[in-house]
C-alpha cells in the first residue's frame, strides 16, 4: 500500500522537530508534521526556554548586594518588566523561526493544523484533509493539570507566566516541584511579594531531603514566604484581587494566583477509541522501550507518555526512534542516571539516587562538603554551597550526586558523564582538583560524613 509519508508527526515540540528532521534530512524518508499552535513547543514557546532567560533576569537581583561586598557602587537599581518582556517576546518568535526554518530545510512537510489519528495508518487534520502514513509518531508533549476548587479559574498556569503585560504585586504559587519552586525564585527576583504553598513537608519531593533543606531555606531567606503543609480551599475574585482561603481557613489577597501542581498527557480527543492505542490512567500513551504503542504503526515520545518529563530526555527518545524503525537498529531508551537542574535560586543539580533512597539499597558513605565558597563569604552573604557525594560501600560506585551551587546544572552535566560511566569514589579521589573552585571539594573529600 502506498502512503502519503513514511512518517507522520503530530507535534512540534522538541521531541517532533527532532523526530522528523532527522528522518527527513539524514534518512531519506517522506515526513510530514502537523503542529496546532507554535512551532519549538512548551519548552521553548512557554518552557525551559523562557523561563531560563527569566532566571538569568531575576537573579542579578542576588548578584547586585554581591557586586557591593567587591567594593562597587550603583545608583538605584530597577528593573523594568516591559523592556525585558518586549526582548522575550522578540526572541521566543526568533526561536519559532528557527524551528520551522530547521524543519523547511530538511523537507519536512509542515501543516499548521490540529491531528486527530483516525485509524492505525490515518491521520485527519482539523483543515478537513486525511494524510496516511507508515508509521504515526504522537509528540504532543502535556498541558498543566488544575484541581478543581472553588474559583480556579481565577488561577493562571506556567503557560501565562510569560505573558504579563505588568508584573503583578503580589502572587501565591501552589506547588512544590520544579515549576512553582523555580517562579517562586523568578518572581521574587524580579521584585513582586512572593508566596508558595506546598502541602508536603517541603518542596521538590524525591530529591535529596538536605538539598531540599537548603533551597529552601535559601528561598525563605531571599524573601519568598514558603508555606509548607498548606494548600487552598477557594479562590474568589474581589475588587482588591483575588481572595484565597487556605486549608486553615485564613483568607488572604493576592494580586494573582498561580497553580503548578502537575502537567497531564495531551491526549484528549487525539486518537480515535476505535485505533485501539492504550492510555494509561493520566491518559499517557502506553509505550514499550521503543516507544512503540499497543498499536504497531503508532509511535509516542515524550511528555506524552509520562517516562521522565524532561525535554532533553525526549530528544533521546526522538534519535532512539529513528534508529529503530528507520535504521533498522532497534534502541531502547535508557532512562536511568538522568542528570537534571533545578532552576531555583539557589540552583540544585542532581543525578542518581538521594541518600534516602540509596540507604534503602545497602550500606552506603555519604560525603558531604557543606560550606561557604570563597566569592560568596568574601562579599558578605551568608550563602552556602552544598556538594554531596552517596558511594555504594560495596562496590564503591557514585549512587548519586546532589549539588546546591551556582551554576549547579553546568556542573552536574559534566558530573553526569562521569556518574554514568560507573565511576568509583576512588576514581573521584584520583582526579586532580581545579583550584581554587567550589567543584574541587566533590574530588578532596576523604572521610565519610556518614556510614549507614
Ligand atoms: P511536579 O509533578 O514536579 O510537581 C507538582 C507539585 O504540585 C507537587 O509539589 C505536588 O505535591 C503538587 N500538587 C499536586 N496536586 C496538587 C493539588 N491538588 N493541590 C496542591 N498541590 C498539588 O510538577 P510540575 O508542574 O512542577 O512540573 C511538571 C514537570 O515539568 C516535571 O515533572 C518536570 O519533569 C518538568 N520540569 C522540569 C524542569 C527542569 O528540568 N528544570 C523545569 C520545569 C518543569 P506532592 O509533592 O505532594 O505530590
Known amino acids: 500500500m502506498l502512503f502519503d509519508y513514511d512518517l507522520f508527526v503530530i507535534g512540534g515540540g522538541s521531541g517532533g522537530v527532532r523526530a522528523a528532521r532527522v528522518a527527513a534530512s539524514e534518512t531519506g524518508v517522506r ?53 525585558f518582556h518586549q526582548k522575550l517576546t522578540q526572541e521566543l518568535d526568533r526561536l519559532e523561526a528557527v524551528y520551522r526554518g530547521l524543519l523547511e530545510r530538511a523537507g519536512v512537510h509542515t501543516f499548521d493544523a490540529r491531528a486527530k489519528i483516525l485509524e492505525a495508518h490515518t491521520v485527519e487534520l482539523s483543515t478537513g484533509q486525511c494524510i496516511t502514513a507508515e508509521t504515526i509518531l504522537i509528540a504532543v508533549g502535556g498541558t498543566p493539570t488544575l484541581p478543581k476548587i472553588i474559583g480556579i479559574e481565577h488561577a493562571i498556569t506556567s503557560n501565562e507566566m510569560f505573558n504579563f503585560k505588568l508584573l503583578p504585586v503580589s502572587i501565591l504559587i501552589v506547588g512544590g516541584g520544579y515549576i512553582a519552586s523555580e517562579f517562586a525564585g523568578i518572581m521574587n527576583g524580579l521584585g513582586v511579594k512572593t508566596t508558595q504553598y506546598y502541602r508536603g513537608d517541603q518542596i521538590l519531593r524525591g530529591f535529596d531531603n ?16 514558603l508555606r509548607c503543609g498548606l494548600n487552598l480551599e477557594k479562590i474568589e475574585k474581589t475588587p482588591k484581587g483575588l481572595l484565597v482561603t487556605d486549608t486553615k481557613g485564613k483568607t488572604q489577597v ?18 480515535d477509541p476505535s485505533v485501539g492505542v492504550s492510555l494509561g490512567a493520566k491518559g499517557e500513551i502506553v509505550v514499550d522501550e521503543y516507544s512503540q504503542a499497543t498499536v504497531p504503526s503508532i509511535y509516542a515520545l515524550g511528555d506524552v507518555t509520562d517516562r521522565v518529563n524532561l525535554t532533553p530526555v525526549a530528544i533521546h527518545e526522538a534519535m532512539a526512534f529513528i534508529a529503530t524503525v528507520f535504521r533498522g537498529e532497534p534502541t531502547a531508551v535508557d532512562h536511568t542516571l538522568i542528570p537534571t537542574a533545578i532552576f531555583t535560586q539557589p540552583e540544585m543539580g542532581a ?27 568574601f562579599a558578605g552573604s551568608d550563602d ?69
Not at 543525578?351 to 563569604?377: C, D, H, T, W
Request: proline fraction near 3%; aromatic fraction near 8%; glycine fraction near 8%.
Open 31 to 83: 515526513v510530514g508534521l502537523a503542529e496546532e499552535d507554535r512551532y519549538g513547543g512548551t519548552c521553548v514557546i512557554r518552557g525551559c526556554v523562557p523561563k531560563k532567560l527569566m532566571v538569568y533576569a531575576s537573579d542579578v537581583a542576588h548578584f547586585l548586594p554581591e557586586a557591593e561586598g567587591y567594593g562597587w557602587t550603583f545608583a538605584e537599581a530597577k528593573f523594568d518588566w516591559t523592556v
Open 210 to 225: 538536605e538539598a531540599r533543606d537548603l533551597v529552601a531555606g535559601d528561598m525563605v531567606k531571599r524573601g519568598i514566604d
Open 254 to 271: 493576592f494580586d494573582a494566583v498561580m497553580y503548578a501542581t502537575g502537567r497531564s498527557a495531551n491526549t484528549k480527543n487525539l486518537i
Open 351 to 377: 543525578i542518581g539516587l538521594s541518600e534516602e533512597k540509596a540507604r534503602l539499597q545497602g550500606p552506603i558513605e555519604v560525603y558531604v562538603a557543606n560550606f561557604q565558597a570563597m566569592r560568596q563569604f
Open 384 to 452: 552556602k554551597s552544598l556538594l554531596k557525594l552517596v558511594v555504594c560501600a560495596n562496590s564503591r560506585k557514585v549512587l548519586g550526586c546532589h549539588i546546591v551551587v551556582p551554576h549547579a546544572g553546568e556542573m552536574i552535566q559534566l558530573l553526569g558523564i562521569a556518574i554514568k560511566m560507573g565511576a568509583t569514589k576512588e576514581d573521584f579521589d584520583r582526579t586532580m582538583a581545579v583550584h581554587p573552585t567550589i567543584a574541587e571539594e566533590l574530588v578532596t573529600m576523604r572521610e565519610p560524613t556518614r556510614k549507614t
